[in-house]
């Protein structure tokens, strides 16, 4: 009896300390990019900050970004062990508008180092002034990290100048190092997909068919260069045509590529949209497709993910109609973003419907896993080591995947009225 115990208390131990060390290093974070959202009143600023778990409770442990840095751009990338903001630098607490300065904000996940990195104002190629345009940029990786592509332009140049308008330059973070680069770059640039809740333009590159070539391109700007970038890579199937006018990419990193096509699908209730990925480690294409009315996917690893949207008003059938209220989206205001009262208000974008239909898609064997949360502000946190991080309304669970084919049972880590904040999630360490 007494080896018995001692067996059970080895056991109790190291189920405490696995779950121990693995809820010690989840990072959650929490900010909302003012990229669409314009705060009305000059006093509502907001923070972004990394949080941890300290027993049930949530804790801050690092400001990304203050309440003197406008945050435009926030992305985490697990699997490069970073994340990225872009903030304006205000001069004073109440200053909205008109930054003089840009700044990049990198936390390196597995060192636990913030760095700011300062972006110049201007580029001067050939003895003229480009001057920066903050919001059109995007990042990539390469042996040396992260770099990030920014565009400048000089619009008192004539349209029909032999020199063009806009620029496209690549900055190391590391160096500080700024350089003019081609547009072909930008078949390098990393997208994480797209977020209902973290809308911005900076990620996901939209496409225009080219029927002579059957290929997309990525106009880095047709009005003002030539050059355009080439998506060569479609699956067989795909033939462009004059009404198969456009696509986008959802997410484009090492391990895939998701494109979505702007097909003419069969339309019911639901629009049924395709979507097209590439195993860029096999070279091979697949498909599936999913009942939303917004494009909503990210990438973890393996594994695609998102959460089926619909607009505010959707009639399932003559005696079932679910109407869309601003009610039904409960978060509140906190230091870390508005309510959602606030954005239904002031954007369209917002005022879509979900049932809280989450989805994982695994891209070795196709494998769906879909499930329901009854609230329609819910999503995908983080797929890692077979564990699912995700968000329903104020609360956070935590799942097994079983086998790559469906979801174990869930645990409650925390409920905290700044997790509705919160859409991104990382390992520290790993």
Same mark, same amino acid.
């Given at each position: ?13 190291? /189920? ?85 300065? *840009? ?6 996940? +597995? ?18 002034? #480009?001057?920066?345009?903050? /919001? ?27 020199? =063009? ?101 069969? /339309?019911? /209730? ?9 195993? +860029? ?54 230091? *870390? ?16 419907? =979900? ?33 699912? *991080? ?6 956070? #669970? ?33």
């Amino acid at each position: 009896m007494k080896w018995i115990l001692i067996s059970i208390n080895i056991l109790l131990f190291f /189920q405490i300390g696995f779950s121990q060390e693995s809820d010690d290093k989840i990072r959650f974070i929490a900010g909302f990019p003012d990229f669409i959202y314009r705060p009305v009143n000059q006093g509502e600023v907001y923070i972004s900050a990394l949080l941890k778990l300290e027993g049930d409770s949530l804790i801050s442990e690092e400001i990304l970004s203050d309440s003197l840095q406008y945050l435009f751009f926030l992305r985490s990338y697990p699997l490069k062990n970073c994340v990225i903001c872009l903030v304006g630098n205000k001069q004073k607490f109440y200053d909205l508008a008109d930054f003089k300065d *840009y700044s990049f904000v990198i936390y390196d996940n +597995k060192n636990k180092i913030k760095k700011n990195v300062s972006i110049p104002n201007q580029f001067n190629l050939d003895g003229l002034s #480009y001057k920066l345009n903050p /919001q059109n940029f995007s990042s990539y990786f390469n042996k040396n990290g992260v770099n990030f592509l920014l565009t400048y332009s000089n619009l008192e140049l004539p349209k029909n100048s032999t020199r =063009s308008r806009i620029i496209y330059c690549a900055l190391n973070p590391m160096t500080g190092d700024i350089q003019k680069v081609d547009p072909e770059i930008y078949r390098d640039v990393i997208s994480d997909g797209n977020s209902f809740i973290l809308k911005n333009n900076n990620e996901g590159l939209l496409l225009h068919g080219d029927v002579g070539r059957n290929t997309l391109k990525i106009p880095a700007d047709e009005r003002f260069y030539k050059k355009l970038t080439y998506i060569d890579k479609l699956p067989d199937d795909v033939n462009i045509k004059t009404n198969y006018y456009a696509g986008k990419v959802l997410i484009n990193n090492e391990e895939v590529l998701v494109l979505y096509l702007y097909e003419k699908e069969k /339309q019911s /209730q639901w629009n049924k949209l395709k979507l097209r990925v590439l195993d +860029k480690q096999n070279n091979i294409w697949s498909n599936f497709t999913i009942e939303t009315s917004i494009v909503n996917i990210k990438s973890f690893e393996r594994w695609l993910g998102g959460n089926s949207m619909v607009k505010e008003v959707y009639k399932k059938n003559e005696d079932d109609n679910i109407t869309f209220k601003k009610e039904d989206w409960i978060k509140k205001k906190t230091q *870390y973003g508005p309510s959602y009262l606030s954005l239904i208000d002031t954007d369209e974008s917002y005022k879509f419907y =979900s049932r809280g239909s989450l989805y994982l898609r695994n891209i070795d064997s196709k494998a769906i896993i879909a499930w329901e949360t009854g609230q329609g502000d819910s999503e995908i946190l983080l797929v890692q080591d077979e564990m699912v *991080y995700y968000r329903v309304n104020d609360k956070i #669970y935590r799942v097994p995947i079983i086998n790559g084919e469906k979801l174990g049972e869930s645990e409650l880590l925390v409920q905290d009225e700044r997790v509705p904040d919160i859409h991104w999630a990382f390992l520290v360490g790993e």
